[in-house]
């Protein structure tokens, strides 16, 4: 069996006495499809942040890609093929739709060693994005302009900018409408099949049951259930997790 | 406009008002053109840091100053070669001084792009108003430092004499004039290239969103030390020159309120978001004030500043550049 391309060990966290993150242990293979669920403070999110780098984990280690990624800054981790969207859309304001993409296209990919792109290059990289996630025509607006859905989706053009081995999406759906979360998951399920490995965050059970090949459930810092989607929502400890025991 | 046509034009420009004032036959010109020019460099260098990257800098008379103190250290230096140094060493020592001002500029740029990246290692994991806070306390720091800095004059000042007259330039006011001219060309074509390149990117990124910024590869506090170094020795560069302009530096003038003020409101005033705007800002300003000061009394420079400064924030947030935009883009559309 190959090696994983992300291994969490023992990841802990803590924001004062609480503790945000116990021992979290997480294994994602190369062309996977997980999805990470938990009720709301569970830490999918802190989880996430520690993995790319935003927060610093007190105890624990991230590999990827079989590199140590502890005491690597997020921009680092990125350039190495970690990508993340956020949960509240993060656009650059006073940047056009077509420079938002641009951005990560010349501080990652232009910047990785031993790559040269040419600035024609960038430009045909960067309509690819718009055009995969159907923003093409409005490349030259402002992401003012853009509705929830495109504003969801141009935070995950952003991050496919970057050229990842793993994308994490984190709650990319949240707000939408149900043809709108049909669009996201289709998306996603698309970069996928191009090579991504995806870690889905998701509170839409329906979006994640479509998405994931496989599942992973935070309660309280500590994950409880790892396994084939179908049996993780039988499992007792997440319906009790969920509804209450 | 190509960058070298870009520094032609601007030559070009410099030459034909340094051409006007020398035709007026009036020395005034070239002392009123100098503090414009001066604030030009200023503002310029600010918003590098406060327009590109959001990081809102209350120290600019630090770094102003340590410009001018440093001009004032070696020519300190010049003044007392016998008194410091073995007789040998004070005759070797005499060929290189007194230091011209041109080398002295880099000495101040140097000087205040050092501490600039110092300051930026200490303050830029601050953010808003904490960082700007900081930037103040700088300037409030480097001034004690000089009070108590008896060998460049101390609370009491230091008298800099400057020669009467140059070569080529004659009057020495229209050779320092013309010095300040190329630091314009520099500070502009500087800002303008910057705005044009992945640094310029990158600076925006920050001031938009630092999170989505490292998130998208961008190494922010390299970028944001970057920022700090480059806009500390322009600060600097326009410092230098000032103890050759006024005669007499004490602590008073140098870190004097009105240039964080100024370096502030005049970006503002004309726009954050682009070159041009810190260089009308500057203009605008600049002459309002050297004519107030002919016409008034230079208290009302302030004053100037801070009415304007409320106007604009009220009535246009993004700047004379801004409300321009604004209406070359409400003509495209209708």
């Known amino acids: ?245 | 406009m190509r960058t070298p046509v870009f520094i032609v034009v601007q030559a070009v420009v410099g030459l034909a008002c340094y051409l006007l004032f020398d035709n007026f036959g009036n020395d005034y010109w070239f002392f009123a053109g100098y503090t414009v020019l001066q604030y030009i460099v200023l503002a310029t260098a600010w918003n590098i840091l406060g327009g590109y990257c959001g990081y809102v800098n209350f120290g600019s008379a630090g770094f102003f100053a340590l410009g001018a103190y440093t001009s004032v250290f070696f020519y300190n230096i010049g003044q007392s070669l016998d008194e410091m140094f073995s007789e040998s060493t004070a005759a070797l020592l005499s060929h290189i001084f007194p230091i011209p001002v041109p080398i002295l500029v880099l000495a101040g740029g140097a000087v205040a792009g050092l501490v600039g990246l110092g300051t930026g290692y200490l303050t830029l994991r601050l953010r808003g108003v904490f960082f700007a806070i900081a930037t103040l306390a700088l300037a409030v720091v480097l001034e004690t430092l000089v009070v108590n800095w008896q060998f460049v004059g101390g609370s009491r000042g230091a008298y800099v004499i400057p020669p009467n007259s140059v070569p080529v330039f004659g009057p020495y006011i229209q050779y320092l004039f013309a010095l300040m001219m190329v630091l314009v060309i520099v500070a502009l074509t500087c800002a303008r290239l910057i705005e044009r390149s992945r640094l310029g990117y990158g600076f925006a990124t920050i001031r938009d969103d630092e999170l989505a910024a490292e998130a998208c590869g961008v190494p922010t506090l390299r970028l944001k030390l970057i920022a700090t170094v480059l806009s500390g020795a322009l600060m600097g560069m326009a410092g230098a020159p000032f103890p050759f302009y006024i005669g007499y530096v004490e602590p008073g003038s140098a870190f004097n309120l009105s240039y964080a003020v100024n370096s502030i409101a005049m970006p503002m005033i004309g726009g954050t978001s682009s070159w041009i705007g810190p260089l009308v800002g500057a203009i605008l300003l600049g002459t309002l004030q050297q004519l107030a000061t002919v016409t008034i009394s230079s208290v009302l420079n302030l004053l100037i500043v801070g009415l304007l400064l409320i106007g604009f924030v009220i009535v246009a947030p993004n700047g004379i550049v801004g409300l321009v935009q604004d209406w070359i883009a409400k003509r495209t559309k209708s």
């Open chain 1, 1 to 245: 069996m190959s090696a994983p391309l992300l291994q969490v060990e023992q990841l802990s966290k803590r924001f004062g006495g609480f503790i945000a993150l116990d021992t979290v242990e997480l294994s994602v293979t190369e062309g996977e499809r997980v999805g990470l669920i938990g009720p709301n403070g569970s830490g999918k999110s802190t989880l996430v942040n520690c993995i790319t780098g935003t927060l610093h984990n007190e105890t624990g280690s991230v590999t990827f890609a079989g590199e140590k990624m502890d005491g690597l800054i997020a921009h680092q981790r990125t350039r190495r093929g970690l990508a993340r969207s956020f949960q509240l859309p993060r656009p650059f304001m006073s940047m056009s739709i077509a420079e938002n993409i641009r951005v990560p296209l010349l501080y990652t990919v232009a910047a990785r060693a031993g790559h040269h792109v040419s600035h024609g290059e960038l430009e045909d990289r960067c309509h690819e994005l718009l055009s995969l996630v159907a923003l093409e025509a409005k490349a030259s607006q402002y992401p003012r302009d853009l509705t929830q859905v495109e504003m969801r989706k141009l935070e995950l053009a952003r991050a496919m900018a970057t050229d990842p081995k793993l994308l994490i999406a984190d709650e990319s759906m949240a707000g939408l409408s149900h043809s709108e979360i049909e669009d996201i998951v289709a998306l996603l399920i698309k970069l996928n099949e191009a090579g991504v490995t995806i870690i889905m965050i998701e509170h839409i059970m329906r979006a994640v049951m479509r998405f994931s090949q496989r599942l992973v459930v935070l309660v309280s810092g500590k994950k409880i259930a790892d396994g084939k989607p179908d049996d993780v929502i039988k499992d007792q400890e997440v319906v009790g997790a969920y509804l209450g025991s």
